[in-house]
């Protein structure tokens, strides 16, 4: 049975940063039920992809969809190519698309998943993510804030941690009038083929200079196709970053 799309959450519960982070209570939810109940307004097949029996027992718990994978994956990325075998082995489907939900995202929105899904449409996308214009000139200069190069054909040239582009003869604090920058949106989906081979690479030079994942694939000639959102991304990395989205009043 051929099926289009499939959402794959990565979920690990060690983390360096926010230890049992995808079990952590987002207003009465496990964070993990909340990512999973957002990514199911778009997408039928949804799965959660983790390594900890503690995590797969919270998905049981709400009847959601899990498989365990391998504790040893250095990246979401190398857990969702193994879950995809493993679900197409359990269910008897074949996917086509498939879309890595970052499990710290509670605050998902169901049209950021229909926007990446349009890329698809173009039988020659292989790998899609998104971006959102920065209006704020803190972002451009936050190192923990990826910025985006886009070309006039909507795919990524390369992604940095640095203000990208430099603008010369400028004050910094005028950047961001001058020119228009995107941050990125940390949502990915891929051809499953193409998931397959990307897992295959080696780590790359400018991906170990950045320690961003994504420049390996454009190192290795991989193009990524970018569409807009204007939805902010609300990750939940770190403790502080759940007391400041309490504090916004979102929970």
Not at 5 to 26: M, N, Q, T, W
Not at 64 to 88: F, N, Q, Y
Not at 126 to 141: C, G, H, M, N, S
Request: include cysteine; charge should be neutral.
């Amino acid at each position: 049975m051929q099926t289009d799309y499939l959402v794959i959450i990565p979920a690990r519960y060690a983390s360096s940063r926010f230890p049992g982070k995808p079990l952590v209570d987002i207003g009465g939810k496990p964070m993990i039920r909340r990512v999973y109940e957002q990514a199911s307004k778009s997408v039928d097949n949804v799965y959660v992809a983790t390594d900890d029996e503690r995590i797969l027992q919270a998905v049981n718990n709400f009847r959601g969809k899990a498989v365990m994978t391998s504790p040893d994956h250095k990246s979401g990325t190398d857990r969702c190519a193994e879950a995809v075998k493993l679900i197409e082995e359990k269910t008897g489907k074949k996917f086509k698309i498939i879309i890595n939900v970052q499990g710290d995202e509670p605050f998902l929105q169901p049209e950021q998943l229909e926007t990446i899904k349009s890329c698809f449409i173009k039988p020659d996308t292989e790998i899609a993510t998104l971006v959102k214009p920065v209006t704020d000139a803190e972002i451009i200069f936050d190192e923990n804030k990826t910025k985006v190069i886009v070309n006039n054909k909507k795919e990524a040239v390369y992604f940095s941690r640095s203000p990208v582009p430099f603008i010369k003869n400028q004050p910094q604090e005028k950047w961001v009038d001058s020119h228009r920058f995107y941050l990125h949106i940390g949502l990915y989906a891929y051809r499953k083929e193409t998931l397959s081979s990307i897992t295959k690479l080696n780590p790359s030079a400018l991906e170990i200079a950045e320690s961003l994942e994504q420049l390996r694939w454009i190192e290795n000639g991989y193009k990524i196709k970018v569409e807009f959102t204007e939805h902010d991304s609300l990750g939940i990395d770190t403790p502080e970053d759940l007391a400041n989205i309490e504090k916004m009043g979102l929970i």
